[in-house]
């Protein structure tokens, strides 16, 4: 028993900067006073004692404010953070080392009986106001971001937001440097450049960037091969090609505006 509250404890202190002492812990911290409770409720349901159980998961939300199903099963060193609103159902599994963090609900849509609610697999973090819904299983080092609904299982070491949840794919490193060098050239801002998180504008940018950097391979390709062949047939009267590196639009402005500013000046000398 006292070897379960030292982890719990401690596990407050890595993943809580805010905790100070093992006091203010123990006295302060719902999620721990609910994870308490929860131990004493799913002892007694397990030997049969239904309301009793019940009633003590009852009592355990009117002080806390959170409100776990004394069926529920919970690994070791589970930590919620906050813990207001948190609801876990029935046949909710959760593995080992997860944080759950306030708002969050694992939750069933069905009336059927059976296994009804999700499952989380080891290290597993469910952000604030997340609603995870469903016999659906969540893969070991999973993350769900804030007010995300989840309706599907999540692949291990992921990261899920939106509503409904969504895969947030990061790019490799070869797709990441050349949106870098394609935003420099058009005078886009970075974060449009780089930004991982599912902002429709970022992901926009992004695919206008990935379009960009096709065109200007395509074109490098095409001036290329005019050069040749303007090398290999010096009868013909080609202009001569220049550099086929895009410029910023801001630059391209100021190169219009001073050829209009030329043909103005040579006009009004004529």
């Not at 959170?66 to 876990?88: C, K, Q």
């Not at 947030?168 to 998180?197: C, L, N, V």
Request: aromatic share 6%; hydrophobic share 40%.
């Amino acid at each position: 028993m006292f070897t379960r509250l030292k982890e719990d404890i401690s596990c407050v202190f890595q993943r809580d900067p805010a905790a100070r002492t093992t006091f203010e812990v123990i006295t302060t911290y719902p999620g721990v006073h609910a994870l308490l409770f929860h131990r004493l409720s799913h002892r007694l349901w397990n030997i049969g004692l239904c309301w009793l159980a019940r009633a003590v998961s009852t009592l355990a939300r009117w002080l806390t404010g959170i409100e776990i199903h004394p069926a529920a099963t919970i690994g070791r060193r589970f930590f919620i953070d906050h813990g207001m609103g948190v609801v876990i159902g029935e046949t909710a599994i959760i593995g080992e080392d997860c944080t759950l963090y306030h708002g969050v609900t694992l939750g069933g849509t069905s009336w059927a009986k059976g296994k009804r609610h999700p499952t989380l697999a080891r290290d597993v973090v469910v952000g604030a106001g997340a609603k995870v819904l469903g016999p659906i299983e969540i893969g070991e080092g999973a993350r769900i971001g804030s007010n995300s609904v989840i309706l599907n299982p999540v692949p291990a070491h992921t990261t899920v937001v939106g509503v409904p949840g969504r895969l947030i794919q990061t790019p490799s490193e070869q797709e990441a440097s050349h949106r870098t060098r394609m935003a420099e050239k058009m005078g886009f801002d970075a974060y449009g450049a780089t930004a991982d998180a599912p902002d429709p504008v970022a992901d926009a940018i992004n695919r206008m960037l990935d379009h960009m950097h096709v065109m200007d391979q395509q074109m490098q390709t095409l001036c290329e091969s005019m050069q040749r062949l303007n090398g290999n047939q010096p009868d013909l009267d080609i202009p001569e090609i220049e550099s086929c590196e895009l410029v910023s639009t801001a630059e391209e402005l100021l190169k219009i505006q001073a050829e209009k500013e030329k043909r103005k000046k040579s006009g009004t000398e004529g």
